[in-house]
């Protein structure tokens, strides 16, 4: 081991110890771990900030702002509006359509703006019925937190492309998620959890919510049909591209999301000030700055060393289901203390070393971790969605695991299932 293999191994510990403290934002984590691989000699300053100018982060960061115009769209109001006719409707048909636009909204905003939404909705319900607000809150969270970015739609399509920040400097092209990959690896535990949830909501402990914790969701106010129709016309072309990208090729089809942007500037679709904060977010930092981290695990020989190190605590040679096993498990447990996100960003590296060293398919591994960064539903820790379920909620994390556990661990068994199935480990 070199002496810039030592410097990369502290910056790589300082970067785990953030993600998983969460003391600092995932993008400032990831800047000084860049401004530090300058200062120590470990990369210039152009691969060092390369990640800002990645294909992946021209590509995603403009995508988060087009998801974002989707969701101010009538398309959510259409999906309250179905909620709002099925109030008086039977349990069942209530439960199933709470699951279903929970699903919808999930693939056009983040988990706050969705559970925001939802909530509306869920705060209307009566305090002693069998779809109390409590219980039907943290449904909707529940369905949420399996169901986000799944379908490659909206911020759905951003989430391949954040993946493949995580480690795309350690592996070539051919390894890197393709749109549909996350969809086809997350659709089986999104089904099975989804039934499981309709059928066994009954589990979650009934009652009335914290009225205290639930800050007033103003209606957002209705967009001109002319900017709607911009806003579908971009979106239309923006998936079209991704659908054609074997045709048009990867640089058009990853610059399509920033014409769009450009387009909303132009035609005074979005306020600037708001695309700015967006193309901005920490989300976009994060991004970038990963990618650089991945780049320089890859050529300073550390990626290397840490697949080794983890291959030899497998086994040396562990078939392929032991190995989604492993991860999936120890993703899940971390997820849920942890953040899914954090889970994300620093096991994603780990997972493509491992697979790099032992010869595997390196989309499997990784997404078996990035899927199970989602079962982040036991504890209030996992996820903001889990956050607001259990707080306004007022639930007891031990009483709630007669509903978490079996949940957390069919979509366990269905992802490795799902992975061995459309990623074979060795494949």
């Known amino acids: 081991m070199n002496p810039q293999m030592i410097i990369v191994l502290c910056i790589l510990a300082f970067m785990v110890v953030m993600l998983l403290t969460h003391k600092l934002p995932y993008g400032v984590t990831g800047m000084i771990c860049c401004v530090l691989f300058v200062l120590t000699g470990v990369a210039d300053l152009s691969t060092a900030f390369s990640g800002l100018s990645s294909s992946t982060t021209i590509l995603v960061a403009p995508m988060i702002v087009v998801a974002s115009a989707l969701g101010k769209t009538s398309l959510v109001r259409r999906l309250r509006a179905v909620m709002d006719r099925l109030q008086d409707k039977n349990g069942f048909l209530l439960v199933l359509a709470l699951c279903l636009v929970t699903i919808a909204l999930s693939q056009l905003m983040g988990q706050i703006a969705c559970i925001s939404v939802m909530l509306m909705f869920v705060q209307t319900l009566d305090d002693e019925s069998e779809l109390s607000p409590a219980r039907m809150l943290f449904l909707v969270a529940t369905i949420n937190c399996i169901a986000t970015s799944k379908i490659p739609v909206g911020m759905g399509a951003t989430m391949p492309g954040t993946i493949n920040s995580y480690y795309s400097g350690m592996v070539e092209a051919e390894n890197l998620l393709a749109i549909t990959d996350y969809f086809k690896a997350g659709i089986l535990p999104l089904i099975v959890g989804t039934i499981y949830c309709i059928f066994a909501y009954k589990l979650i402990p009934n009652g009335g919510i914290d009225k205290s914790q639930v800050r007033e969701v103003k209606e957002q106010e209705a967009i001109s049909r002319r900017d709607e129709l911009i806003i579908f016309g971009v979106f239309a072309v923006v998936m079209a591209g991704f659908m054609f990208t074997n045709q048009l090729g990867s640089d058009i089809t990853n610059v399509l999301p920033a014409a769009g942007v450009l387009a909303f500037i132009l035609l005074n679709v979005m306020p600037l000030k708001e695309i700015l904060t967006i193309l901005t977010s920490d989300m976009v930092w994060m991004i970038a700055s990963m990618s650089v981290m991945s780049t320089v695990l890859g050529s300073t020989g550390v990626g290397e060393l840490i697949g080794e190190t983890v291959l030899a605590i497998l086994g040396g040679n562990p078939s392929g289901l032991f190995v989604t096993i492993v991860f999936c498990v120890v993703c899940t447990i971390m997820t849920n203390f942890l953040s899914n996100m954090g ?49 306004i909620g007022n639930h007891n994390a031990f009483k709630l695991m007669r509903f978490t556990l079996p949940l957390v661990l069919l979509l366990m068994i269905s992802l490795i299932i799902g992975i061995n199935l459309f990623f074979p480990i060795y494949g």
């Open 343 to 391: 889970t994300m960003a620093l096991m994603s590296p780990i997972a493509a070393a491992t697979a790099l060293a032992g010869g595997m398919n390196v989309k499997a591994v990784v997404l078996t971790c990035c899927v199970s960064a989602w079962f982040a539903i036991v504890m209030p820790t996992g996820c903001s969605g889990a956050m607001m379920a259990f707080g």
